[in-house]
């Protein structure tokens, strides 16, 4: 396969161009380094099946040549990032999606948008399941990206009930691994840099609240998987594995062998009190499940930071 795909300097977009020149596709990356990073596609550029446009996907793209996917993977994704970045943000999630649809029509390819678990907001029932149909806070500070990405599903299927595309809805849910940013703003990547430091281990709240992580290498098995499908409904992509922030916090400083006193801070707006998700569509149909234990991607993670 010929694919493309956008936010591919990003961490998920990296982890998916290795993937997928590791079996021996071409892949074009387009990024702008908003948040991507370029050392994260370096390693990439001497492989002559990929090729990088540096180009800002909310104006208009085009990528010569046949091209088989498009995976539109561009935007923001931290609460750190998003919220400095709001109205790119939305503009990402509108306008971008809207010119990455554009170009998977024009070449017949099939599409996939990278959505997430906020399109349930804060959720009224636990574990989410694809039917539920979110409970989110249009204005609030996390509404640029919640509505971003919910905007992008209803366009996307949009494209597909009108122009009969074949479109892949992926939800992703909380994910880690090598090549996060130490300044992410997610637990993870803040927990280890606050270890590794020695400075205190700032939870949010009481610590109550709940995560269920995903180590990428699954996810990344997850999403080929559903690209190589035909489902065109949304499907949840995650690790139902449910752990309290403050369960997160304590098993990384243990494992990090870190002094860090964990402190409390006021919980942010809007922040979700429970996040785990069904899995059954993916089980059932794309025959896929996360495989990864939670120490063992904690420890590779630990050990990318450390570095």
């Given at each position: 396969m010929r694919l493309v795909i956008t936010g591919g300097a990003g961490f998920l977009g990296s982890h998916l161009v290795q993937h997928y020149l590791g079996q021996g596709h071409k892949v074009v990356v387009l990024d702008n380094f908003?948040?991507?990073?370029?050392?994260?596609?370096?390693?990439?550029?001497?492989?002559?099946?990929?090729?990088?446009?540096?180009?800002?996907?909310?104006?208009y793209i085009d990528v010569p040549g046949r091209?088989?996917?498009?995976?539109?993977?561009?935007?923001?994704?931290?609460?750190?990032?998003?919220?400095?970045?709001?109205?790119?943000?939305?503009?990402?999630?509108?306008?971008?999606?809207?010119?990455?649809?554009?170009?998977?029509?024009?070449?017949?390819?099939v599409f996939m948008i990278a959505?997430?678990?906020?399109?349930?907001?804060?959720?009224l029932e636990s574990p989410q399941k694809e039917t539920y149909w979110g409970h989110v806070n249009p204005i609030g500070p996390r509404g640029v990206y919640d509505e971003a990405k919910r905007f992008a599903e209803a366009m996307t299927m949009a494209y597909h009930r009108y122009h009969r595309m074949p479109v892949r809805i992926?939800?992703?849910?909380?994910?880690?691994?090598?090549?996060?940013?130490?300044?992410?703003?997610?637990?993870?990547?803040?927990?280890?840099?606050?270890?590794?430091?020695?400075?205190?281990?700032?939870?949010?709240?009481?610590?109550?609240?709940?995560?269920?992580?995903?180590y990428v290498s699954d996810l990344v098995a997850g999403i080929d998987k559903l690209l190589r499908s035909s489902l065109n409904e949304p499907v949840n992509i995650g690790n139902p594995h449910e752990l309290t922030i403050r369960e997160i916090a304590e098993t990384i400083k243990m494992m990090t062998g870190s002094k860090s006193k964990i402190i409390f801070k006021p919980l942010p707006v809007d922040d979700p009190h429970v996040r785990r998700p069904d899995i059954s569509?993916?089980?059932?149909?794309?025959?896929?499940?996360?495989?990864?234990?939670?120490?063992?991607?904690?420890?590779?993670?630990?050990?990318?930071?450390?570095?």
């Open positions: 908003k948040t991507g990073r370029r050392e994260n596609i370096a390693p990439f550029k001497a492989n002559p099946r990929f090729q990088f446009i540096e180009r800002d996907v909310t104006r091209v088989d996917a498009v995976l539109h993977f561009a935007s923001p994704a931290s609460p750190y990032d998003y919220l400095h970045f709001p109205i790119p943000t939305l503009k990402v999630g509108a306008l971008g999606t809207h010119n990455a649809l554009g170009l998977a029509k024009d070449k017949k390819a959505s997430t678990s906020e399109v349930y907001g804060d959720p992926l939800r992703i849910f909380n994910t880690y691994g090598p090549r996060m940013r130490k300044n992410d703003g997610r637990a993870v990547p803040n927990f280890i840099t606050q270890a590794l430091a020695g400075r205190p281990i700032t939870v949010y709240g009481k610590g109550r609240q709940t995560r269920s992580l995903c569509i993916a089980r059932r149909e794309l025959g896929w499940k996360p495989v990864v234990a939670l120490k063992e991607g904690l420890l590779k993670t630990i050990e990318y930071f450390r570095g």
